[in-house]
């Protein structure tokens, strides 16, 4: 059986004492190393720097960059171990997001049918308010 | 007899109102996020006088049903932030008036939230 391909959300922190090249470097080491782990990397963001809910090494803030990443479980976990080698990383999550995605939009779907189903029904009842709009 | 009935209701009464100032004091200055029902709004009704039956409670609604909420994400910390106490802790339902299944998501995102430093464990103090 082919490993599924899934996708995924990995995001980290990086230190914030680096000069500014330095962390660009980091960065795209984290997308190259997921290329050669195996998922292709869909989006990159910089969300810029932060402050730290509590203290990570030491450090108070952190620059936190938010990868959106596809690839089956087993490059997931050797980006995650890369990552955890990584030094200038100082924190990191990966959250699963395919089955969130088919769940939002599986919600706007019926939400959708239900508001083009609204407008027929707003007519059957001949409401006050939508009243005026069809006249 | 009416008018022990009613004494008696207006004692409860009291205490009902004086116990919940008691147990509002820790947890009074809770971070209020936007548009969000305060816990205690709902609960001095019966104040004065008044029998038991008069006790008004506001009812609570789920924020995420009512502004139609779909996705409560981990990274949407404004959000998640009016949902956790002073000191980090995750607000209880019965405080919020969120929905079961909203308060399972929001739980799972503000846990992960915590673990990647958005939010805290534990505020310090």
């Known amino acids: ?21 330095e962390t660009e470097r980091v960065i795209s080491t984290v997308e190259s190393s997921a290329t050669t782990a195996g998922v292709s990397v869909k989006n990159a963001e910089r969300m810029g720097k932060r402050r730290l809910a509590y203290k990570v090494r030491k450090f108070h803030d952190g620059l936190y960059v938010l990868l959106t990443v596809e690839g089956p479980g087993s490059a997931i976990a050797e980006l995650e171990r890369r990552l955890r080698v990584t030094e200038p990383v100082i924190k990191y999550i990966t959250v699963r997001v395919d089955e969130e995605q088919k769940r939002l939009a599986k919600v706007k779907k019926i939400r959708d049918s239900k508001v083009r189903q609204q407008p027929k029904s707003a007519e059957a009842a001949a409401g006050t308010e939508p009243a005026p709009v069809t006249a | 007899m009416a008018d022990e009935e009613t004494k008696e209701a207006g004692a409860t009464g009291a205490t009902a109102t004086a116990t919940p100032v008691v147990h509002d004091a820790p947890r009074g200055p809770r971070p209020g996020g936007p548009g969000r029902r305060p816990g205690p709004g709902g609960r001095p009704g019966g104040r004065g006088e008044g029998g038991p039956r008069k006790f008004f409670r506001r009812k609570k609604v789920c924020k995420f049903c009512v502004e139609k909420i779909d996705s409560i994400n981990y990274k949407d910390v404004r959000l998640l932030q009016g949902f956790v106490a002073e000191r980090g802790k995750i607000v209880p339902r019965r405080l919020t008036g969120v929905c079961t299944p909203h308060q399972r998501r929001l739980a799972a995102a503000i846990k992960q939230a915590r673990n990647i430093a958005l939010l805290p464990f534990a505020a310090r103090y």
């Not at chain 1, 059986?1 to 090249?21: A, C, H, N, S, T």
């Open chain 1, 1 to 21: 059986m082919p490993q599924q391909q899934r996708i995924y959300e990995v995001m980290f922190i990086v230190r914030p004492d680096l000069p500014e090249e």
